[in-house]
């Protein structure tokens, strides 16, 4: 009703106006009736302006309501007063509100769409409707075209069906990713919550790794056990037997001889697995130690000729060639720790030597390359490796002949020993062989820890 009076006050106003001004002008009884007439038509079109601005102002506050209102105060005193701005102050905070809404909403997706785990969301239907970055990599590009599908037609493992079915979501499901390949596997753990008006949220997680680790500690444990337990058995069958036989002085030695290199086979298992735990422990080495990478090749060298008539004996000896003298004087320095480069070095050399038989080569070379790095390879003419181990030669305990591997006093983690110097160092190790054709390792140290010229 206040709105009406005013517009009313207004439009009596002008007529009032119009008629007055006629009067005045002389222009008799029609002329005042046209001049009320012409004052009523001028509100109408100043009021329909009000209108229009006052619509327009609504309209830009709806699409942009920070914004405030280009309504005059005069205006709205034409239009209703205090009726007009409360109306627009309602709709102004509606407006303000609704955005506050979305802006949440869309923060809240972004936060989804950047979470490390997948999420899927689910309609009313159980039928995909949203899903972030991470869910992509889990169940590969092809979701993208499941957008409005059941997610078991998606999804056709037993296991997850069987849960989708039965309502029971209290468990995880582990499954493989449609993606998953015998070269490149990719295991996941989906957790499914129900959400309110019938949705569904999967949170889907990768957990390759985690079953890998706990693999290769089942793994771990239980080649340690059986490592350890071998020469403990045979030690405690020698122990057994000299306690209860009478033997004579030459079998007695004899006996306390494979004694003595059962324990030292597990002395040297032990030290090498407390080895692996120092270098897993420690944080790696930075570039303020540096140290003659020539003291390194002929220690090697020594150490080298040394087990070579350790294993052989009175055979043939082994033809070992290390670089000249001159190669050595210009290999320069290299930036480490000297105790745990020395024995990446040597092992690949003391490899060579074990399996490398009489009267064989082994060739160990130190160069410069084109890009800066170094390399220093060894290599044998022995028996050489299939091509199917040379990927697991690496892990702890895996052996090529695990018959000769422990003939030659191997325990087995010798390269798992190298691949962590290596990896604390920045290097690689390759590895190249053929049956028949002996093998080559070398390692590549990066250019940051050469360098050609002692310091002055």
């Known amino acids: 009703m206040p709105v009406l009076f005013s517009r009313l006050f207004f439009l009596f106003l002008f007529m009032g106006a119009g008629a007055g001004i006629a009067n005045l002008a002389g222009w008799g009884g029609v002329g005042t009736s046209l001049g009320a007439g012409a004052g009523g038509v001028l509100w109408l079109g100043w009021d ?15 699409e942009e309501p920070e914004i405030e209102a280009e309504v005059p105060p005069r205006y709205l005193f034409a239009l209703g007063g205090e009726t007009v701005g409360w109306v627009y102050r309602l709709l102004r905070q509606k407006s303000i509100r609704a955005n506050e809404q979305r802006d949440r909403l869309e923060f809240l997706l972004a936060v989804l769409f950047a979470s490390p785990n997948g999420v899927i969301l689910l309609d009313g239907k159980e039928r995909i409707e949203w899903f972030n970055r991470r869910a992509i990599e889990h169940y590969g590009q092809e979701i993208q075209q499941a957008i409005g599908q059941p997610i078991i037609h998606f999804l056709r493992d037993p296991a997850f069906v069987g849960r989708m079915t039965s ?21 996941l753990s ?16 990768d957990i390759t790794q985690l079953e890998q680790a706990e693999a290769i500690r089942r793994d771990f444990v239980s080649n340690v056990s059986h490592e350890i337990r071998t020469p403990l058995t045979v030690l405690m069958g020698f122990v057994e037997t000299m306690q209860t036989l009478e033997l004579s002085e030459e079998e007695r030695q004899e006996y306390l001889q494979r004694m003595a290199s059962q324990a030292v086979r597990m002395h040297n298992l032990v030290d090498d697995l407390l080895t692996i735990s120092r270098l897993d422990g420690r944080p790696p080495p930075d570039l303020s130690e540096w140290m003659s990478i020539k003291k390194l090749l002929q220690q090697c060298e020594t150490d080298a000729y040394a087990l070579s008539a350790l294993t052989l004996g009175e055979n043939a000896p082994h033809h070992i060639i290390f670089p000249d003298a001159a190669v050595q004087a210009q290999a320069g320095e290299i930036a480490g720790a000297a105790v745990e480069l020395q024995s990446a070095l040597f092992n690949l050399i003391s490899n060579a030597v074990r399996y490398t038989p009489p009267d064989g080569d082994i060739v160990i070379d130190w160069c410069k390359l084109e890009n800066g790095n170094a390399r220093f390879s060894v290599q044998d003419s022995g028996p050489g490796i299939a091509p199917e181990h040379i990927p697991r030669l690496t892990e702890r305990f895996y052996r090529v002949d695990n018959d000769r591997s422990r003939r030659s006093g191997g325990t087995g983690l010798g390269l798992a020993i190298v691949s962590r110097v290596l990896r604390r160092h920045g290097a690689t190790l390759h590895i190249d062989s053929k049956p028949g054709h002996g093998a080559c390792f070398a390692i590549e140290f990066p250019a940051n820890r050469i360098r050609a010229t002692y310091p002055t």
């Open 190 to 205: 989906v957790r499914i919550y129900p959400c309110r008006q019938d949705y569904m949220m999967l949170l889907s997680q």
């Open 167 to 187: 309502r029971d979501f209290e468990q995880a499901v582990t499954l493989d990713s449609p993606v998953s390949t015998g070269a490149l596997p990719l295991r």
């Open 48 to 62: 329909s302006w009000l209108f229009l601005r006052l619509l327009d102002g609504l309209c830009r506050l709806q």
